[in-house]
């Protein structure tokens, strides 16, 4: 393969793998999204949380990896069932502008909290996996990139399962579809959407562990959950296939535009890229690819 | 709002008076009075920190006439506040301009920045909006970042002192006088305009858009109109916390500053000019209140010591927010109505 090539298909084959923690973060949004209305601003604090805890966990307690993840996604949901109840439930039936900033509130507040409780000293992760990189037809990716790959794979597989077979999942799904129908069904509304709270945050507890292992775990790390932003809108704010697509596509363009354009602009247009192709796609197509499109006529 | 009893209008004239009675404008001439005598009853902190909550009103009103009267999100209020304080630095440092040519460039360039997101963002509502003012925040950060040339980047700009008749207003004290009198006229403008066809049309668009485009409101007008005026604020106060700070720095303008002046229209009372002023006042005191919070603490608890950053403010900011959004939607504004009619009733409680 010849240079030019190989450095494109490097940099789509990393930003697959950058993709694949978007789409998992967007998965967090789409899932309360879907079930409940909500965008939850305070996602990226949650995954932040879970880097911070698990962190805690493997080097504070010396607790093994698995265990100290499995205890992270627990606490975690926990946790996302208590937010739904205690500050979720109060808002319902009042305006979106409102219930954004119930969630942005608490955004900030977590991670000012956990400022204080954890100081803003850049942490780094004693990461399981090895260290050697493998090659691929001259692509080179860590061993990382490829179980967050997997793991993203792995996370859609289950969830497909979930949906489509699982008892809670049809409850869930039907109360997507329609509250007040479900609840005429015997599905209680409220439990949906306390546990549809509970698994969110549980993905995006995984996406906090992984991101834990790809870069530094400061308070910057919540961040990374606005940059999903774009990959949720790309999809159509209340698909999965939607949220998984978008986030690996989002992934590949931000590596592409910072791999070519850093060049010419200089620093940081990795950064920046998603939040530009956000403002496109809302301007082009606000349904984005798979969102349903609302009609309006006057 | 409700017209208190005893009250006989004759004339149309008496229904469009501003100060409607005559204990109003008593009041109101004491507070403005108050306020004159202030820098010689009080010490120069608290002259300061009205000096900070004259610039967060004008901005906050800005953004409670885009986000309060027309209903339109906006997670972008600090990228105009930032253009209207690089305007403002720009225009004082390199190029020698007067203050009376700084703050209305600043208004104006930021209000067409205003219409330039505005129009794109007509078709946008509810989430998709706030995302798309919010991303343009980010923009608007990065470029300040970046482009060096003009913003100097993260070394900032230092302000010169401004000139009023040739005469520097070089202190706190003296900028004092001229923060209160650009804020009262922010304040009565902005009053003015919620009352005429624009505030009307602003508050139809919010209450239900396509209700309003049915009664014969410009939709597309109207809100690029709010966008404009919003930013207009927004551009205004940035380029008095330019003259008020001396130096800007791209840090001061991140997304918590937009978030912040979210709080100060939801804790002040969303849709409610009084309601932004109670915000401002209410959010620029909190640190001092947290800082006095976090002192006995240490009293009570040594362990805390040194402890204290801004972390303790920006978490009281968001368990605000909520609070207010479960307990008291209709803000610090909503609480004064309560307090007011329970007096004016008085002893009945209707």
Redesign the interface.
Known sequence: MDKGLLFFMQLVASGIALGCLYAMIALGFVLILKATDI?NFAQGEVIMMAAFICYFLVTALHMPFLLAVVLTCLSVGLMGILTERI?LR??IG?P???V???T??????????A??IFGHTNLVFPSPFPKETVSMGGIILSQTQIWIMISTLGLIIIFFVFFKYSRLGLAMRGTANDQHIALLMGISVKRVFALIWGISFITGAIAGIFLANVMVINLGISFVA?SA??AI?LGG?ESIPGAIIGGIAIGVIENLAGGYLDQI??G?VK??TP??V??LI??VR?YGLFGKKEI?R? | MAIRSKTFRETYYEDIKLLQTLWIKIWIGLFILGLIVAPFATDPYVIYLINLSCVATVAALGLNLL?GFT?Q?S?GHAAFFAIGAYCTAILASDLRMPYWVCLPASGFFAAFTGLLVGI??L??K???L???T???G??VE?VV??WEGVTKGVRGIGIPTPKVFGYPLDSNEKLYYFLLAVTALAIVAATNLVRTRIGRAFIAIRDRD?AA??MGVNLTKYKVMAFAIGSFYAGVAGGLYAYLMHYIHPEHFTF?LS?QY??II?VGG?GSILGSVFGAVFITIIPEFIKGLADLLTLAIPALQD?Y?D??N??A??????LF??FE?KGLFGIWIRIKTCFKNWPYTY
Not at chain 1, 104 to 113: A, E, N, Q, T
Not at chain 2, 317 to 322: E, Q, V
């Open positions: 965008l500050i109060p808002m009042e979106v502008f409102a954004v900033m119930v942005i509130g608490l955004s900030i507040f977590l991670r000012s909290l400022g204080i606005v932003f774009p809108i704010l602009i200089g940081g950064d920046v939040f530009v956000l403002f809302l301007m606000p309006e006057v | 986000t209903g999100i997670l794109p963002c078709r946008l509810g989430l998709y706030a995302m798309a919010m991303s343009f980010v923009v990065y970042i970046t396509i485009e049915v918590l978030v979210l709080a939801i969303l402890k950053d972390g303790w920006i978490a900011f968001g368990l605000l927010i909520m959004l479960i939607p």
